[in-house]
């Protein structure tokens, strides 16, 4: 059965770059239409789209945070790995990586536990 | 501030039933098909709503979804304890290529 899980530091210092790993089995990234996708969820607050790599390597960014983003995936390891670099406080958030399988409308079927990252000198 | 607009919180008694709404643009909900997802505290959300109006596997069917023009839908009939929780509407936005979500909507069950 599909399932993905993230992983990451809990705590990170200010101006860090913080990686964040999504390791999923039970489907092939692959596929066409599959994406894996980064959500995140700051304490209390509504869900925030980050990013996307789907199946034929395209990436689509958050607007306001593309230059701070990248995506990237290890087919090998059926891993998708998002880094964002000069963390702030406001990036404190609970990080999900979820799927979608068929392109549009991209409705992502299947999420991970979440990992709280925590960003404090 | 959300590129979509959802009420903050809706609430009706057992049984009853809440439509809880979602408001876009012409670039997003005017052009891409609305999901869904409910989730409860400290979980993941779950995709309850797809394509507009489509019931993924296993959800009650208390559940139902509209959309016209810029605006979508979510429809809880029979109102049940179970069924407290945020409820997010998203879509793809083609101006900013990208996948947008509303602000949330709590559903209380008094």
């Known amino acids: 059965q599909v399932a993905l899980r993230e992983s990451g530091p809990a705590l990170v210092k200010p101006t860090q770059t913080l990686t964040l790993t999504c390791t999923f089995s039970?489907?092939?990234?692959?596929?066409?239409?599959?994406?894996v996708n980064w959500i995140r969820q700051p304490p209390g607050k509504a869900l925030e789209w980050l990013a996307m790599?789907?199946?034929?390597?395209?990436?689509f960014y958050r607007t306001s945070l593309k230059t701070r983003l990248t995506i990237s995936k290890d087919s090998s390891r059926n891993q998708v790995i998002l880094t964002m670099t000069n963390v702030d406080p406001v990036d404190t958030a609970t990080y999900y990586c979820?799927?979608?399988?068929?392109?549009?409308?991209?409705?992502?079927?299947?999420w991970g536990q979440g990992t709280l990252v925590t960003v404090s000198s | 501030q959300s590129i979509l607009t959802q009420p903050p919180s809706v609430s009706a008694a057992p049984g009853q039933s809440v439509t809880i709404s979602c408001s876009g643009t012409?670039?997003?909900?005017?052009?891409?098909?609305v999901n869904w997802y409910q989730q409860f505290p400290g979980r993941a959300p779950k995709l309850i709503m797809y394509?507009?109006?489509l019931l993924p596997g296993g959800v009650s069917d208390r559940f139902s979804g509209s959309k016209s023009g810029t605006s979508a839908s979510l429809a809880i009939t029979g109102l049940q304890s179970e069924d407290e929780a945020e409820y997010y509407c998203?879509?793809?936005?083609?101006?900013?290529?990208?996948?947008?979500f509303g602000g949330g909507t709590k559903v209380a069950v008094l």
């Open positions: 790599i789907d199946w034929d390597g395209d990436k």
């Open positions: 394509f507009d109006d």
């Open positions: 039970g489907f092939s990234l692959s596929t066409s239409g599959v994406s």
């Open positions: 012409t670039s997003n909900i005017g052009t891409s098909s």
């Open positions: 979820a799927r979608v399988r068929g392109g549009r409308p991209y409705d992502f079927d299947h």
């Open positions: 998203a879509v793809w936005d083609d101006s900013l290529k990208g996948i947008v």
